[in-house]
Each structure stands twice: as structure tokens, then as C-alpha cells.
């Protein structure tokens, strides 16, 4: 009877270990994930408050707790949720940029600004691509608006 309670303790224990480890594996993830998207709030913040809606051209090739975002550096604790974060300012035109975020798990996470002529596009409704979350008249069957799922990410 001792033996089989033993048993039965083991193999629990190897279940909780593994729970474990797969809460560790998507915590980094996560985190890597909402470290990216405060990042990118940050940048837009210091290019909306720029005169020449731009970004610093000494931010290239900085993290995201570069003194070159000023107050919306992000805080040294929350950079410890991340292993790198490197910024690339297209020299040409310094309010586009790609981010780069390394998360403790290994993956890299990127971000593309869209830059102007997407955004213009976008305004004027000749942009091509749809967000996910957003549901077409076509597809929905209806004839309304296009509408944003509130589920979504």
C-alpha cells in the first residue's frame, strides 16, 4: 500500500512538473509579448510629441530604456521580463521604424511600423489588408459595417 501511494506521488509529481513548466514557457512568453507592446506605445508617444513628428536619430540601435525616449524609456523591472530589445530607425525616414524583442524563452518578437503611405492608404480606404479582428459585411453575411470582434486579443 506504502508503495503504491509512492507511486501514485511520483507520477502526480510529473504532472505538476510539467504544468509547471509549461505556465514558465508561456509567462515568457507573454511577457515578451506585453513588453513589445509597451515599447511600441512609447515610441509612438515620443514620435507624436516630436515637432517634426520623428524619432531621435540616436535611438537607432537602442533598447527600449534608451534616455533617448526620454520620460517613456520603459522602467529598468520591466526590462528584466525581456533578454534584448533593439530599435532600427530607417535612416531616410525617422519616424519608421522595426523593433526587435528577444523574450527569456529565445523567440523574437518584431514590429514593422507601417510608415505614412500605409497609414494615408489606410485613412483613404484603399489599404489592402484587414486586420483579423475585424469581421466584413461579406463574411458575416450582413450588410453593415465592418465591426470589431470585442474576444479578440
Do not use: W
Request: hydrophobic letters at 35%; aromatic letters at 6%; one cysteine or more.
Amino acid at each position: 500500500m506504502i508503495l503504491t501511494l509512492s507511486a501514485l506521488l511520483c507520477s502526480c509529481q510529473g504532472t505538476f512538473t510539467a504544468h509547471n513548466e509549461r505556465r514558465a514557457a508561456q509567462l515568457k512568453h507573454d511577457n515578451a509579448l506585453y513588453y513589445r507592446t509597451q515599447c511600441i506605445e512609447a515610441l509612438e508617444r515620443a514620435r507624436a510629441v516630436s515637432a517634426r513628428q520623428e524619432l531621435p536619430a540616436a535611438l537607432s540601435g537602442q533598447s527600449c530604456q534608451s534616455p533617448a525616449l526620454g520620460d517613456y524609456a520603459l522602467r529598468a523591472d520591466l526590462a528584466g521580463t525581456v533578454k534584448t530589445s533593439v530599435i532600427t530607425l530607417d535612416p531616410g525616414r525617422l519616424s519608421d521604424y522595426t523593433l526587435v524583442v528577444t523574450g527569456l524563452n529565445g523567440q523574437t518578437y518584431d514590429y514593422v511600423d507601417r510608415g505614412d503611405a500605409e497609414a494615408q492608404a489606410e485613412q483613404a480606404g484603399t489599404f489592402e489588408a484587414t486586420p483579423p479582428d475585424v469581421v466584413t459585411p461579406a463574411e458575416s453575411g450582413e450588410a453593415s459595417e465592418p465591426t470589431v470582434d470585442e474576444t479578440s486579443p
